[in-house]
């Protein structure tokens, strides 16, 4: 029986480390038997953005997506993809708008999840539009921002309705940090979120297909001490919500590749921003945890095109809007029937077995990589690109001491 070959494609902005530690454990994976007995190799290459005819048949199996959040052109070319070649795609092209946070705040909300109270506000400054003179001085409200900010209560986040990375995030105390922020928003469109004030834990959870690292999260801190290891920070409870908080979100959407942040205060869950088109799976970030992300990465993509799992760009919202809509529901049972939802979207259950079976060799494989001298080089070119030449050895210590005590922990 010959052998079926596949083909992944990295859509890749600025990246380039775990880009390379993907494309250097696919190539240690090896051939892949499916249930029928067919040999499946798979390869991986770099996606170019070129001009397209759009009867023009893909060579990818799968992409996954790390750049048509902000550069249209290869977003076009995802959409073509998927609405005519039936390419399998991380994340769904369609739902980027909700990438923008808004419509995904708007979502969860529906849902029944305990998103803090958030109102968005009009620009601060006018548009560079020809018609908007004319529109604003006939239908734009005049609003009193201070009595709006009231309403919300101090202390709250002023924070773009369409931003990532912190970027533009204002925490606001009192009226004059309320205006200074306002101020120089200038033509982003801005929400007022409330804070969760004296909260227990900031959680942030990564999700790749039906698998989920839940990690607290220390966002005071530089970048590459955020990601605390810790392996008991939430309770059993506490932490099966956040793992359905996250599966939701990104059954909901067709994400696959998605991160969710949440407060915990007690025994509630708050999510505050899960809308991730590029999630954090640097090196330098994730370190200890950046083996699990390149496992799971593994095996959820070589699952999809072996399997031929096919996409589904319908987001079935009536069947969620259902949940959350009958009033003889908890909010506990609502979690237990959207968990199913995702579970279903994603085909936990066959994939579990798919891995059991085909893919148990991953986890040892990406241990043997880990602590080969291939990645090392890869942490040292890496730490070398990202930090001045006097703090090379400080950050190079830093990261060998965390990957080594995974090795030991996964030993």
């Known amino acids: 029986m010959a052998d079926v070959e596949h083909t992944i494609g990295l859509l890749l902005g600025t990246e380039d480390d775990w880009p390379r530690a993907y494309e250097a454990l696919l190539r240690r994976v090896g051939a892949v038997t499916d249930p029928q007995g067919r040999t499946h190799r798979t390869r991986s290459v770099r996606v170019t953005i070129e001009p397209f005819d759009l009867r023009d048949s893909p060579r990818h199996d799968l992409v996954i997506d790390r750049l048509a959040y902000w550069y249209y052109h290869p977003r076009e070319w995802l959409k073509k993809i998927a609405l005519m070649d039936d390419v399998y795609l991380l994340n769904s092209p369609f739902t980027f708008q909700s990438m923008e946070k808004h419509a995904a705040y708007c979502a969860m909300m529906r849902l029944g999840l305990k998103v803090p109270r ?60 309320l205006h200074a922020a306002y101020d120089a928003s200038g033509e982003r469109l801005m929400h007022l979120q409330a804070a969760v004030e004296d909260y227990d834990v900031f959680a942030r959870s990564l999700t790749i297909g039906p698998e989920t690292m839940v990690m607290k999260f220390r966002p005071e801190l530089p970048m590459h001490e955020r990601y605390a290891v810790d392996h008991n ?9 956040v793992v359905t908080i996250s599966r939701l979100v ?13 407060l915990v205060k007690g025994s509630e869950v708050h999510p505050i921003d899960y809308a991730n088109a590029c999630p954090d799976v640097a090196v330098t970030s994730l370190h200890y945890y950046f083996p699990w992300a390149m496992s799971a990465l593994l095996r959820w993509t070589l699952y999809c095109v072996v399997t031929r799992r096919r996409p589904r760009l319908d987001t079935d919202t009536a069947d969620y809007f259902a949940v959350a809509d009958d009033p003889s529901l908890s909010y506990e049972e609502k979690l237990a029937r959207y968990r199913r939802l995702a579970d279903d979207y994603f085909e936990t259950e066959r994939y579990e077995e798919f ?33 001045p030449p006097h703090e090379h050895e400080r950050f190079l210590g830093h990261f060998n001491g965390l990957i080594d005590a995974w090795l030991r922990d996964h030993a």
């Not at 020809?130 to 986040?157: C, H, I, K, W």
């Not at 920070?233 to 919500?241: I, K, R, S, Y």
């Not at 990104?250 to 949440?262: G, I, K, L, T, V």
């Open 355 to 387: 891995c059991a079976k085909h893919l148990r060799h991953v986890d040892e494989m990406v241990g043997e990589w880990v602590g080969s001298e291939e990645f090392r080089a890869l942490l040292r070119e890496t730490v070398r690109a990202m930090y």
């Open 233 to 241: 920070f939430l309770t059993p409870a506490v932490g099966d919500e």
């Open 118 to 177: 958030t109102v968005l506000v009009p620009f601060k400054n006018p548009l560079d539009n020809s018609r908007y003179a004319y529109t604003s001085a006939r239908y734009n409200q005049p609003f009193d921002l201070e009595a709006l900010a009231e309403s919300v209560g101090y202390p709250m986040y002023m924070k773009p309705y369409d931003g990532g990375a912190w970027v533009g995030v204002s925490k606001i105390r009192n009226v004059a940090e």
């Open 250 to 262: 990104n059954a909901f959407f067709r994400w696959e590749f998605n991160s969710c942040e949440s």
